[in-house]
């Protein structure tokens, strides 16, 4: 019975009450009684009735009087609300609808027509419900909608950020993990490799714009696809000047042998576009350094434009490294030779005096490798 209808029956009258009570709770309906208006209008506030039976004529406040509060209250505006009278059926419906009834029965109840009006209204207010219930969901479903649209485009806008210097895989991973504070101001040991066109200057100089831009997009191109099958993080892109990091912002086992295995197969894909662009008149070579060291990193930039970036020492030898190799060198410090393990083959080159480093730097040029592999990212 919890779950059957709720019918509030209202009438002065405690015979015409308990006739209409007796028959409704046969047929299966939860019945609730008020003998006046004030208490209708309360027990239809507390109890929430399914539909309403409600006499006519009550003292001191009419049936068309409780049918007016109860179509004040939004929420009862669709309740069924049948009046039952004995007066002048023609002049008392006109009353009754224009009060809010929806519905009229004269007394003497027609027992059989009284349940088959109350069936009819109450299935009508059911299918309400139901379409009022569907309606919550479906703005439930949209908010809940609006917010993973809202949610993803703000993770398409950090990925789209970020891999402007990680590989895409490393990207993901962040996005996924939904934690950007990797990326905060902190101090790593990393691997460092910087490369970039030799004779590019001289090339700019001289060359026509288009030439220039497609040499560079060529070279952005080739570059890019091998940093990102390697796991490279960019850290900075200038005209020809590349340098990408290993060991952050994801921590990576031998980032030296994973940086100089990125240096020789951009090696390997730089001779054939060399090659073809000194037949057409450049005179453009490639060479990389590498270096291994702590640096200070983190996001710089402002509002809408951030870029990830490496300080410190170990990061402006590798630079130093790429300007003194020549065309087809690959040179890497001793530090990041020594923890290579007899995994590359090299050519010593003593130690080198570079631009802004007080002492000599032991350096290496690489010839090829062993098999040797490099370890797995974390």
């Known amino acids: 019975m919890s779950g059957a209808e709720k019918i509030l029956v209202v009438d002065d009258t405690p015979m015409n009450v308990r006739v209409l009570e007796d028959l409704l709770t046969a047929k299966g309906y939860q019945v609730e009684t008020a003998s006046s208006g004030p208490e209708a209008l309360e027990k239809v506030a507390q109890w929430r009735p399914d539909m309403v039976l409600l006499d006519v004529v009550m003292p001191g406040m009419s049936g068309y009087e409780v049918c007016q509060q109860i179509r004040k209250d939004a929420a009862m505006r669709i309740l069924p609300v049948v009046m039952v009278t004995a007066l002048d059926p023609g002049e008392e419906r006109i009353k009754g609808l224009e009060a809010g009834a929806d519905d009229f029965l004269t007394k003497p109840v027609n027992q059989p027509e009284l349940v088959a009006r109350v069936r009819s209204l109450l299935r009508i207010k059911s299918l309400y419900d139901q379409v009022q219930a569907q309606a919550v969901k479906l703005s439930e479903w949209s908010a809940t909608l609006e917010t993973r649209i809202q949610e993803q485009v703000a993770q398409l806008d950090r990925l789209s950020r970020l891999r402007r210097f990680l590989s895409p895989q490393v990207a993901d991973l962040i996005v996924e993990a939904g934690d950007d504070s990797i990326l905060q101001s902190h101090r790593r040991e990393i691997a460092t490799l910087f490369c970039d066109l030799r004779g590019f200057t001289a090339f700019s100089e001289t060359g026509e714009p288009e030439e220039v831009m497609e040499v560079l997009q060529r070279y952005h191109e080739t570059m890019g696809r091998l940093i990102y099958e390697h796991d490279g993080a960019i850290d900075h892109r200038a005209g020809d000047g590349i340098m990408i990091i290993f060991n952050d912002p994801i921590p990576c086992d031998e980032p030296v042998l994973r940086a100089v295995r990125l240096a020789v197969a951009m090696r390997l894909a730089m001779h054939p576009l ?105």
């Open 274 to 378: 060399t090659e073809e662009w000194r037949k057409l008149g450049h005179d453009l070579g490639f060479g990389v350094g590498v270096s291994l060291g702590y640096a200070t990193l983190g996001m710089v930039g402002f509002e809408g434009r951030y870029d990830y970036t490496a300080n410190g020492s170990a990061v402006n030898l590798a630079a130093r490294l790429c300007d003194e190799a020549r065309d087809g060198q690959i040179l890497i410090s001793g530090r990041a030779h020594a923890t290579l393990d007899g995994a590359i083959e090299v050519e010593a080159l003593g130690s080198l005096e570079l631009k802004g480093f007080h002492r000599p730097i032991e350096t290496h040029s690489v010839v090829s490798f062993t098999d040797a592999e490099p370890g797995e990212c974390n």
